[in-house]
């Protein structure tokens, strides 16, 4: 019997808003923004740690760095980076180092 082709995972589009200004490159597909824009991605392009995300803004698409952006719903521009994937990831482990260092030892 033929091999069965695995489907890949469907995305949903998350959006997020800027909180500072992005003046990307366009000869380097970077998507530029300004503060408080709505910035759309697929969840499979946010990926925690990630430099870069691949983004939709204004009706352009391009890479942006993800430490410009929080979920829409985490009140948008002015809020700490505290709400990004990546931050979260870093408190994350932020905590499992406190946590062990804090063991006798």
Do not use: E
């Not at 589009?13 to 408080?36: C, D, E, P, W």
């Not at 931050?87 to 482990?93: V, Y």
Request: a positive charge; hydrophobic letters at 30%.
């Amino acid at each position: 019997p033929p091999k069965k082709k695995m489907q890949p995972a469907s995305a949903t589009t998350v959006t997020y808003t800027a909180k500072h200004t992005f003046n990307g490159i366009v000869s380097a597909s970077q998507l530029s923004f300004t503060r408080g824009a709505t910035i759309k991605c697929r969840s499979d392009q946010t990926k925690a740690g990630a430099a870069w995300w691949w983004g939709m803004c204004n009706g352009k698409q391009g890479w942006f760095p993800p430490t410009y952006v929080v979920p829409a719903s985490g009140g948008g521009g002015g809020a700490p980076a505290m709400h990004s994937p990546v931050a979260q990831q870093a408190n994350a482990n932020l905590g499992v180092q406190q946590q062990q260092s804090q063991q006798p030892q």
